[in-house]
T-cell receptor, first 113, second 113 residues
């Protein structure tokens, strides 16, 4: 199985504070993704990366930035958290070959108060 | 743009009942199609996939057939168990350059003993 871990698993933060979520993979996959999951919306793509320093926006990118300085790490930053960013955040990697598909991390539950 | 439409939930069934969760999609060409399952409190797990028309994906008693003519990928299981209670997501990846996974909104299934 592709190794993918997210940290932290849970976080409570105050409105207006910066927050960084981390996604770490162990197998050098090129593509990494950040999604948010909200009731009634399914999963929506925030940003994704197709290589070191190569990133692009998804459908709900406003208020978020990302960085990928190493293949194994993909960081999601909320520059100034708002209550509308309370959500569960999932990282994913794209795997190829016989195991073609997308593998997801366990998620980070973020609450902005 | 690409999109996925799933039947509205929640769906409640008795154990050993037949399950169908409808999924239709909008995309150009021949996308790859996926079903993911999310058990309570967990991340998403790939349930099955199909990458070309008429392919049938199967896993754990679940099946789905890629129907290009009806742009559908309906999930079926002949006899559900209580342990199948979860949220099910249909998703697609477009044919060609975009490596993004697009999700439906999810269907919550509850199976009662």
């Amino acid at each position: 199985d592709a190794g993918i871990t997210q940290s932290p698993r849970h976080k409570v933060t105050e409105t207006g504070t910066p927050v960084t979520l981390r996604c770490h993979q162990t197998e050098n996959h090129r593509y990494m993704y950040w999604y948010r999951q909200d009731p009634g919306h399914g999963l929506r793509l925030i940003h994704y990366s197709y290589g070191v320093k190569d990133t692009d926006k998804g459908e709900v990118s406003d208020g978020y930035s990302v960085s990928r300085s190493k293949t194994e790490d993909f960081l999601l930053t909320l520059e100034s958290a708002t209550s509308s960013q309370t959500s569960v955040y999932f990282c994913a990697i794209k795997t190829g070959g016989i195991d073609y598909g997308y593998t997801f991390g366990s998620g980070t539950r973020l609450t902005v108060v | 743009g690409d999109s996925v439409t799933q039947m509205e939930g929640p769906v409640t069934l008795s154990e050993e009942a037949f399950l169908t969760i409808n999924c239709t999609y909008t995309a150009t060409g021949y996308p790859s199609l996926f079903w993911y399952v999310q058990y309570p409190g967990e991340g998403l797990q790939l349930l099955l996939k199909a990458t070309k028309a008429d392919d049938k994906g199967s896993n754990k008693g679940f099946e789905a057939t890629y129907r290009k003519e009806t742009t559908s990928f309906h999930l079926e299981k002949g006899s559900v168990q209580v342990s199948d209670s979860a949220v099910y997501f249909c998703a697609l990846k477009s044919q060609g350059g975009s490596e993004k996974l697009v999700f439906g909104k999810g269907t919550k299934l509850t199976v009662n003993p």
